[in-house]
């Protein structure tokens, strides 16, 4: 987990060990939040009602924290099993999809197969899921389309006193941790080792999430 390379934040780089875990193949799309949205009558996110945002299979955006964590709490229910967000730990591991000495999910180089840059005016919206190629998990989006909320509470220096089994994240913060690359960005593609964070009430256009458990 980490890159020695990579950003302050991002090393030391360490060995870690997780317990089997299961994670969806995509980030959780427009056309599950509105189900869940219809079912429990809990309040949308910004941008609903933008049309930039309306496909289905779109990743549904701007959710906060609190919002994905919500979610999880009525798909344990309504499917009878126990659905949360993943550790950075896990999504990290998930990402590089058994590959651990690899920039991205696919390899070390900026993908060929799609447009990694942001276009303004001419993109101003996320792709559908699962447009990109699945990594050697299966999972598709690891790496672009929307940040994903994480359930850890974020610290820039926690890899230097991490657990070396199924670390939980820092015990408390401002700050809630995400993965993965944005859409608006300008390179909309982000390293497997890459970290991010933002105050878990925010809810932004290129904030999404999935389920594990």
């Known amino acids: 987990m980490g890159d020695h390379g990579g950003r302050p934040n991002e090393t030391p780089a360490h060995d870690v060990w997780l317990d089997e875990f299961r994670i969806a193949v995509t980030p959780v799309t427009r056309g599950d939040y509105a189900r869940f949205l219809q079912a429990s009558g809990h309040q949308p996110p910004r941008f609903w009602e933008d049309p930039r945002f309306a496909d289905p299979q779109q990743p549904a955006v701007a959710v906060s924290w609190f919002d994905a964590i919500a979610y999880c709490d009525w798909l344990s229910t309504q499917l009878h099993a126990a659905f ?16 651990v000495e690899q920039n991205f999910p696919w390899g070390d180089e900026l993908p060929t197969w799609m447009d990694v840059h942001y276009r303004g005016d001419d993109a101003e919206r996320p792709d559908l899921v699962a447009q990109d190629r699945a990594n050697d ?12 909320w994480c359930a850890d509470w974020y610290d820039p220096h926690y890899y230097s006193e991490s657990p070396v089994a199924n670390p939980p994240g820092a015990e408390e913060g401002p700050r809630r941790a995400s993965r993965g690359g944005s859409w608006r960005h300008a390179i909309k593609v982000t390293r497997c080792a890459h970290r991010s964070a933002i105050l878990p009430d925010r809810q932004l256009a290129d904030y999404g999430f999935r389920v594990a458990g």
């Open 137 to 148: 998990f299966g999972l598709h989006n690891m790496a672009d389309l929307v940040h994903e």
């Open 84 to 99: 949360r967000l993943p550790t950075e730990a896990e999504r990290e591991k998930a990402a590089r999809g058994g590959r």
